[in-house]
C-alpha cells in the first residue's frame, strides 16, 4: 500500500511569490494533518482536518496561508505571499482519526524562499 | 516554557554502545507517549507507543514513561549505524487531539 504522497519534494521560490503544497493521505484515512519543520525542530501542527473539515487551524498564520481538502481526500497547502521566513519543510501525514493512533508522514516538501 | 522538552544533542556513540534519550513534559493530562525516528530528507515514523507508565520493550528498543516525574525516554541497546537518525519524542494531547513533538535529538552511531 502506497503510503503518504507530497509534490513537489523540493522548491525555490523568491519572496513575495506565491507556493503550493500537495498531499495525498492513505486510503481510509480520515485525519489529515499539515505540519511546519524548522531545521532542528520537531514537526508544529499548521492545521487538522477531519474528512473535509479543518477542525484546529488555530496555529495557521491566516494572512498568508491557506489549504484545503476537497472531498476530503487530498489536501493542498498555499503560501501568498512567502516570507523569508518561511524556509522550512513541510510536512503532510494522515491517520484513520485523531485519536491516538500512529500518524503517518510523507517525505515533506523543503522550502527555500530566496 | 515548551509544553514538550527535549536533550537537543546532538549525540554520537560509538557501535554497540547503551544510548539513553530523554524528554520532559509540563501537562499532566497528557496520556500517550510516543517516539518517532526521522532519517534525513525523510518524515518522522513511529517507533514506539507507550500510554501508561513503565518499561515497554521491542527488540533493541525500550520506552520508559514516568507519569510522576512527567520525563520519558528511549534506551537503543547495541546500537547500530543504522539507527543514526534524529528521535522525536511525541506526547498526544486528549483534549487538542493533536501530537505535540519535542524538538528532536540527532544521533549518530560510528561504526
Known amino acids: 500500500e502506497a503510503g503518504v504522497v507530497q509534490s513537489p519534494r523540493y522548491k525555490i521560490i523568491e519572496k513575495k511569490q506565491p507556493v503550493a503544497f500537495w498531499c495525498n493521505p492513505i486510503s481510509g484515512h480520515n485525519t489529515l494533518y499539515w505540519y511546519l519543520q524548522n531545521l532542528g525542530q520537531g514537526p508544529e501542527l499548521l492545521i487538522r482536518?477531519?474528512?473535509?473539515?479543518?477542525?484546529?487551524d488555530s496555529q495557521l498564520p491566516k494572512d498568508r496561508f491557506s489549504a484545503e481538502r476537497l472531498k476530503g481526500v487530498d489536501s493542498t497547502l498555499k503560501i501568498q505571499p512567502a516570507e523569508l521566513g518561511d524556509s522550512a519543510v513541510y510536512l503532510c501525514?494522515?491517520?484513520?482519526?485523531?485519536?491516538?493512533?500512529?500518524?503517518?508522514f510523507g517525505p515533506g516538501t523543503r522550502l527555500t524562499v530566496l | 516554557q515548551k509544553e514538550v522538552e527535549q536533550d537537543p544533542g546532538p549525540l554520537s556513540v560509538p557501535e554497540g554502545a547503551i544510548v539513553s534519550l530523554n524528554c520532559t513534559y509540563s501537562n499532566s493530562a497528557f496520556q500517550y507517549f510516543m517516539w518517532y525516528r526521522q532519517y534525513s530528507r525523510k518524515g518522522p515514523e513511529l517507533l514506539m507507543y507507550t500510554y501508561s507508565s513503565g518499561n515497554k520493550e521491542d527488540g533493541r528498543f525500550t520506552a520508559q514513561v514516568d507519569k510522576s516525574s512527567k520525563y520519558i525516554s528511549l534506551f537503543i541497546r547495541d546500537s547500530q549505524p543504522s539507527d543514526s537518525a534524529t528521535y522525536l519524542c511525541a506526547i498526544h494531547h486528549g483534549g487538542a487531539q493533536k501530537l505535540v513533538f519535542g524538538q528532536g535529538t540527532r544521533l549518530t552511531i560510528n561504526p
Open positions: 501525514a494522515s491517520s484513520l482519526d485523531s485519536g491516538p493512533n500512529e500518524q503517518f
Open positions: 482536518y477531519e474528512n473535509e473539515e479543518a477542525v484546529d
